[in-house]
């Protein structure tokens, strides 16, 4: 792999939304980490010298995301997780989802299921009101107070 397909690598990499790629081929490894910040790039080429020396790549910045209209959330409610584990829209894959954007919901409302340790925790709405927006997807892991859905309170 050439420096050109390396530097290629990189920026698809960044753009794809992917936190990590590695690629391990006979003589070459590389593991390109990314967050909103940075793209960190780690690369060992082995040559006739020294079968195992290490080229570190440079740190490049990655691309910045594309600017997003703000929209005003002031008004609304977020509601967050109470826990670590993985989110879920449905009780399992042939269920209906339990809310969807413009569904009106009420106080005790089931919004999603958090499954950590293999026990499914039911999320239940604090207040009613209108989803206006869901903000994590299916089956994605969630951190404790990280935002899950925006309401409109009614």
């Known amino acids: 792999m050439d420096i050109k397909q390396i530097q290629d690598l990189i920026r698809f990499v960044s753009k794809s939304g992917v936190n990590e790629v590695a ?3 006979e003589n070459f490894k590389i593991t390109i980490k990314t967050n909103q910040v940075t793209t960190v790039v780690n690369a060992t080429i082995p040559d006739a010298q020294h079968p195992v020396a290490a080229a570190p790549l440079a740190i490049a910045p990655a691309s910045a995301p594309a600017a997003q209209p703000v929209d005003d ?9 109470p826990m670590i584990g993985t ?5 399992s894959p042939e269920k209906p989802l339990f809310v969807n954007v413009g569904d009106e919901i ?12 293999k026990l499914f925790n039911e999320i239940e709405a604090e ?18 107070d990280q935002p899950l859905f925006l309401v409109e309170p009614m």
């Open 87 to 91: 989110f879920y829209r449905s009780a």
């Open 127 to 144: 207040i009613s009101g209108r989803i206006v927006k869901i903000l994590v997807d299916n089956a994605s892991p969630v951190e404790y």
């Open 106 to 117: 009420k106080t005790g409302s089931v919004l999603c299921i958090i499954e950590a340790m």
């Open 73 to 81: 959330t002031s008004k609304y409610v977020t509601i967050k997780s």
């Open 23 to 25: 690629i391990e081929q």
